[in-house]
């Protein structure tokens, strides 16, 4: 079930932070888990319309949006990231994460999503700036 969930995330991102939570208690589920994996495939019936959606004539600006919980995670006070980056309107590229060390402020979470954030877009803008250059050279 955690498998096939994966697989729709990827046209899905309303679920990807409860499926990601779920595949966490992969190895040693409880019966707490099953319910809420079945949850989601019952939000997922009577939800069949929602998705990503891409039109055409969309514009080619870069924006980009990030946010973190402190210690959100109770098992281990971790903290999640979590960022997307829109090309125009579309949905391009997203993420929720749970963070590696404990942070311990507030602050400091923040500053840990922006620059996963940060190093997310640069590696965006130079690809999209190779594909211009490719794009100049054919024309």
């Known amino acids: ?5 994966l697989y729709l995330t ?4 309303d679920i990807l932070f409860s499926v990601c939570l779920c595949a966490r208690f992969q190895a040693c589920p ?3 888990h099953l319910h809420a994996i079945k949850r989601i495939f019952k939000y997922l019936a009577y939800t069949p319309t929602l998705g990503l ?3 055409r004539n969309s514009t ?9 919980d402190f210690g959100g995670y109770k098992v281990d006070r971790k903290s999640t990231s979590g960022t997307c980056q829109f090309l125009g309107n579309m949905l391009i590229s997203w993420f929720s ?3 590696n060390s404990v942070a311990l402020s507030t602050t400091e ?3 840990i999503a922006a620059k996963s954030c940060c190093a997310q877009v640069m590696w965006m803008k130079q690809q999209l700036l190779d594909y211009v250059l490719i794009l100049k050279r054919y024309r």
């Open 1 to 5: 079930m955690i498998g096939s969930l």
């Open 10 to 13: 990827a046209s899905r991102p």
């Open 30 to 32: 409880k019966e707490s």
């Open 53 to 55: 959606w891409y039109p």
């Open 60 to 68: 080619f600006d870069l924006h980009t949006y990030s946010d973190a």
């Open 97 to 99: 994460k749970k963070q």
């Open 109 to 111: 979470v923040e500053y």
